[in-house]
């Protein structure tokens, strides 16, 4: 027998091969023969021999199917208990009931395979469902009256996504690590919602449990950011990192892609141009999310941000014939608003609650109107979504894995308190801007005469004029030269929105 001598393995090569271990899917590795398999499962997702997608090997029929069944008893015996404040046991209260399928003396009969369906906190999901105006009938009538739709376009995470048929709730399958840190996160939760309805947060509605053929499949009901009423003509994810922030091929093959950083600095270089106050109330809800999810030791979270192009869609109805400026006919039907209370994009940074059912101004589906740097007129779609990514042990092996090969300050994944930073001085700089003045002829003002002589670098980074200066997204605003700026702006630039109301 040859003599084979082995090299030995340095306790530093080591750990680092744990660390490349632990950040590589295990999907990536394919037995032999299994290549086709393995392209259509990701993650806990995959697709059965007769086509229909799985999670954990229970089709979406099925689990469509038990969310329905689960979430019209749970919602139907809560309304029997009296109303009363939250208390903090609430938070860690799980309910649960058995789902024969031959029914119960609690439970109807039904086709399915039996199934438990567990509640998480439901006395303190209910209060988060009466402060977002979200009646029990109505959540009932939402998520139960008429089949669940699922999403094709689920990402890369490998969960599911369904949303109701009037549009009003998105349901997100997640892992057990989130889910358990979503419960630990409900007090705090609670409390920011009592202070702040103004924000760009997920409203989460409900959090459950399906158990069946030995697996729990835990779901999150939430609002949803972009209804399907209105056609988004772009779609980002943005995180304010540049390391493989860019939309893949497969990607871009897409009828609507969702694109990255590097893609949204490539296409819109000049940025999204706002009115003074919309600026302003946007980067301070910015400014507030940040600085609740660095408290909580979050990080990784993104933008997402659905773009409705205003002006391409009358041109796009003008070339159906749909008259001069693509006007709308009368007999057309416009998409009924959301009913939930500050779900909107625009309820979202102003705290203005509507009527149920109620439009925005103009008719503009609570999109925030924008222009970019081709004068387009646009609607806005925003939200901070995955959230529920603390800043854990693998994470930080993930960020000293990246940060060799790669600048450690362009990863996604990073510190909280850097990436919060990071977050709101890319969203306040180089994503929304202020519509500039045009104003060149002006009264003399005095002190903003002397803030230029006595302080004429002040707004500067030393030795880098180049560079956005290091302040907050809302310094400025509070001082009184922010007021008379305010003022003239309003009278020099011309209005968003002087048109018609836009057509979806």
Known sequence: MDNITYAPILPGTFFWLVVQHLLVSPFCFQMPGSSQSMKKTIGHRGVDPTGE?????????ALKGAIQLGIAHTVGSLSQKAERDVLMQDFVVVESIFFPSEGSNLTPAHHYSDFRFKTYAPIAFRYFRELFGIRPDDYLYSLCNDPLIELSNSGASGSLFYVSSDDEFIIKTVQHKEAEFLQKLLPGYFMNLNQNKRTL???FYGLYCVQAGGKNIRIVVMNNLLPSAVHMHLKYDL?????KRRASPKEREKAVPTFKDLDFMQDMSEGLLLEQDTYNALCKTIQRDCLLLQSFKIMDYSLLMGIHNVDQAYRERAGEGAGPEGAISSDQKRPPGQKSLYCTAMESIQGEARGKGAHDSEDQMGGIPVRNGKNERLLLYIGIIDILQ????????EHSWKALVHDGDTVSVHRPSFYADRFQRFMCSSVFK????????RKFNFPH???LCCFPNSGMQSGR????????????????????TASRTSEASPPLWSVPPPPV
């Open 390 to 397: 603390s800043y854990r042990f693998t994470k930080k092996l």
């Open 449 to 451: 005469f002397i803030r």
């Open 465 to 484: 004029p180049d560079l956005l200066p290091r302040m907050s997204p809302l310094d400025g605003v509070a001082d009184g030269i922010g007021e008379t």
């Open 434 to 441: 202020k519509i500039p003045r045009k104003c060149p002829q």
């Open 53 to 61: 997608t799985t999670y954990k090997k229970t089709t979406s029929s």
């Open 201 to 203: 947060l997920p409203k």
């Open 239 to 243: 995180k304010g990192s540049t390391y």
